[in-house]
Each structure stands twice: as C-alpha cells, then as structure tokens.
C-alpha cells in the first residue's frame, strides 16, 4: 500500500475534473524537510517556531533564527515554506521569559499577544526570517490573531523591522506575504475584515475547535466534546473560506483536521485551498483527492452543512467514506 501511495508522490493534488488543490506539510524541526519532499510535499504550510525557544534558558540569538530559516528557505527552493511566529504559551511551555503566573493560560498572554509585549523577542525573529527571506520562498505567519488592531500592530512591527533592514541595505524579500492563522472564532466570524489585510488565512482546528466548543484540547475529560464535525466548526471553516475567496486570497488548514483522511472530501466541498499536514498524511490525502470530482465533493460539503449535530455528519460521511475507500 505505502508503495502503491509513493507511485503519486509526484503527481498533482487534482479532482477528476481538473481542481488543483496545494498539499503542504507542518514540521517542527528542519530535519523534516527531507521527508516532506520525499512524500512529494509542495512546500511547508507551518512551521512550528516554538521548538527553537524550548529546553534552553535563553531565547535564540537572531542569528540562530536565521541559520535555521535560511537552512528551510534553501531546502525547498522553490516551494514556499510558511514560518509561524513565535506561538509560545498556553499549552506549549515557556521557560526563558518572565510570564506572570496565569489562572488562564490558554486564555492568557501567549502567542501573538506575547510577543506584542516583548517586542524585542518579536523583532530578532521578524528580523531572521526577513534576512532569511532572500534565498527562498519564505512566508510570515502571526498565530492566534483576535482581530484586526492586533493584525495592525503585527505588521507595524514588521514595518519597522523592513525599515531598518533597508536603511541597513540588508536584502530581503519585499514582496513577503504575511498571513494569518484562523484559529480563535472572533477571527473565524470577523474573517470577512481581516482578509481585507491579510494575504493568506490557514485555519488552524485545534484552537477553533477548543476556543469554539470551551473545551481544553488536552483535557481527558471532556475530549468527547472535541468534535470537528459539530455544526459550529464546519459553519466556521466554511466562512473563513468564502470570506477568504470573496477577497482573492488562499484559505488553507494547518489543524490536525487537514491530516486526517475522513474529512478531505468535506473540506475539498467547502473550498479549502492548501491542506498542511502531518508528513505521513500527504500521500494519503492526495489518492482521496484524486479520486473524486469537485463537483461531486461540493455536494457532500453542502449536504454535510446541512445536519444539525456532530453525530449526524459523522454517520454520514463514515458511510459514505466506507462506501467510497
Ligand atoms: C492549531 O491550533 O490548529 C494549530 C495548527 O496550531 P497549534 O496546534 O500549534 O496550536
Ligand atoms: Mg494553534
């Protein structure tokens, strides 16, 4: 079967009847790379930063940063890679900074939030992957966007960043796109005004499904209650979609959801552009894919919006994923 599955390593991501969709891997350490490109990954669609900050007392220097983005930037030539901005907090563990206890912490100060307050942690990272930006496709990604101020002050950052990197005469790619993750439902239900300024949206499931139904992702307890499927979340992904496209740019998902074969057909049917998955997941996303048409997969998006609770779309798309494969 694994060999059956690499035979389309190098075949496109495209339904029966000629949609092209971008199939993009998430990595968290660069020695990935080689097995992503060996799957016939087009590109890396997250690159969790946060592993570079862990298990060390310091923060990385700049020119740690760098090495490793240019490291990513070169490997892929040109494929893009999507490198997320530092998404410390709330589950994933600091050590380095001074973060004021939280009764909260997935509700606290972390990710995007973090960094806007210690900007100078913000800037030696915008400031690697721009320098970094000039000997590859690299993209900027702000996690855990709320909504538009907080956009605006992101960028403003990186504004000053580009500033200096031109009165420096340092080279980088001006034409960088900067993209958000869609991850907290103020975002998903604003998703309309933020496509205004940002470039590209890549969803990201497993805070939207935790922040939408309030349930802790890694909390035993209530993980019935994690449902991709729940009427919510299929209503959320498909808004950021069509808000996305109604102002030209790509939506792609970087949460597990993407990874996971049993919804491929349904989020193909919503729109999606780019999935980003788990490097395994590639290969398997892909024969789905390119065994069915768009129209047919808009139709079973477009009837799966129409049940009113998790178990009934879950019935109805593992029957017809039974059926089908
Ligand atoms: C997500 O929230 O879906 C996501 C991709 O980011 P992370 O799992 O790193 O929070
Ligand atoms: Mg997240």
Redesign the pocket.
């Known amino acids: 079967y694994e060999r059956e599955l690499l035979k389309m390593k190098d075949l496109p991501a495209i339904t029966t009847d000629q949609k092209k969709v971008t199939l993009l891997a ?1 990595i968290e350490f660069i020695g990935e790379v080689k097995s992503v490109l060996e799957r016939g990954g087009e590109g890396i669609g ?1 690159y ?1 930063t ?1 592993f570079l900050y862990m298990n060390r007392f310091y923060p990385p220097t700049e020119a740690e940063h760098f090495r490793v983005y240019k490291s990513l930037a070169e490997q892929l030539s040109s494929y893009p890679s999507i490198i ?1 901005t530092l ?1 410390l907090g ?3 563990f600091i050590s380095q900074l001074d973060v004021y206890e939280e009764l909260n912490p997935v509700l606290g100060l972390r990710a995007i939030r973090l960094c806007l307050e210690h900007i100078d942690l913000f800037k030696t990272q915008l400031r690697a992957i721009l320098k970094a930006s000039h000997y590859g496709k690299l993209k900027i990604m702000y ?1 855990m966007i709320s909504g538009l101020d907080e956009l605006r002050e992101a960028n403003a950052v990186l504004k000053e960043v580009m500033d200096e990197l031109r009165k420096a005469n340092i080279p980088f790619d001006e034409e960088i796109e900067v993209g958000i ?1 869609i ?1 907290i439902p103020s975002a998903a239900i604003t998703s309309d005004i933020l496509a205004e300024e940002a470039d590209f949206f ?9 922040y939408s139904i309030a349930i802790d ?1 890694v909390n035993k307890n209530v993980s019935y209650l994690y449902e991709p499927l729940h009427p919510a979340i299929l209503r959320l992904i498909a808004r950021v979609i069509e808000s996305g496209h109604a102002k030209g740019i790509l939506v792609g ?5 993407a990874s996971d074969p049993k919804y491929t057909l349904l989020l193909l049917g919503l729109g999606l552009d780019q999935y ?1 998955t788990n490097s395994d997941a590639l290969l398997k996303i892909k024969k789905i894919i390119r065994s069915v048409s768009y129209a047919e997969a808009r139709e079973i998006a477009q009837q799966a919006l129409t049940y009113c609770s998790a178990s009934e779309t879950e019935k109805f798309i593992t029957n017809l994923m039974e059926e089908r494969f």
Request: hydrophobic share 25%; glycine share 10%; aromatic share 0%.
């Open positions: 998430n997250l969790r946060e997320r998404d709330g589950d994933k996690p993750m991850e890549s969803i990201g499931t497993n805070d939207l499904i935790q992702r998902m970087c949460g597990e959801m980003s």
